[in-house]
């Protein structure tokens, strides 16, 4: 079946850092990955995506490898803000039936 | 683009009563979603309807709960009677299926207070 898993939080990081969130992925057939977030209050927003092994998705400073061979899509940013203070989502696309699969969710709290 | 609209934005209510949630997608999309989000529980998918027909409803609790869609422009969610357990945040999303690059966009949502 299809699954996504990705790594508890929270994580807490001091403005600057380097930050990688880990997320893998069970699935059948050749799914597309996405990243979204959620700042506090609203609805999931779409952060990056890639559609095919080896793409990498990118936005806003955040990058995403489609790794077939590890089944992962771990999302990395160089030097997060405060404003990157959000929950974030490592989510599946089941192409056959266009069903999304959501992890559980990461909270990211950085510290001035 | 309006983006997706849910309505209302917060709901307070007392358990036995009917409780109606709302929702329209972005014009022209096919798929409609409906989803839970709890602290417990995280985000749960109920229902997903393609071109206003349910696809999939194995997500839905129990059958205090159903979904219609009687138009591609409009989508009804209803708990009939409430629980205080149904309290949580509820989601409505859309997208259009183009290939391998469909993305789902997510209303606000309507946050729900059972008492």
């Known amino acids: 079946g299809n699954s996504v898993t990705q790594m508890e939080g929270p994580v807490t990081l001091s403005e600057e850092a380097f930050l990688t969130i880990n997320c893998t992925y069970t699935?059948?057939?050749?799914?597309?990955l996405f990243w979204y977030v959620q700042y506090p209050g609203e609805g999931l927003q779409l952060l990056l995506k890639a559609t095919k092994a080896d793409d990498k998705g990118s936005n806003k400073g955040f990058e995403a490898t489609y790794r077939k061979e590890t089944t992962s899509f771990h999302l990395e940013k160089g030097s997060v803000q405060v404003s990157d203070s959000a929950v974030y989502f490592c989510a599946l696309r089941d192409r056959n039936f266009n069903k999304f699969y959501f992890g559980s969710g990461t909270k990211l709290n950085v510290k001035p | 683009d309006a983006g997706v609209i849910q309505s209302p934005r917060h709901e307070v209510t007392e358990m036995g009563q009917e409780v109606t949630l709302r929702c329209k997608p972005i014009s022209g999309h096919d798929y409609l979603f409906w989803y839970r989000q709890t602290m417990m529980r995280g985000l749960e998918l109920l229902i997903y309807f393609n071109n206003n027909v349910p696809i999939d409803d194995s997500g839905m609790p129990e059958d205090r709960f159903s979904a219609k869609m009687p138009n591609a422009s409009f989508s009804t969610l209803k708990i009939q009677p409430s629980e205080p357990r149904d309290s949580a945040v509820y989601f409505c999303?859309?997208?259009?299926?183009?290939?391998?690059?469909?993305?789902?966009?997510f209303g606000p949502g309507t946050r729900l207070t059972v008492l």
């Open positions: 999303a859309s997208s259009l299926r183009s290939g391998g690059a469909d993305t789902q966009y």
């Open positions: 699935a059948t057939g050749y799914p597309s």
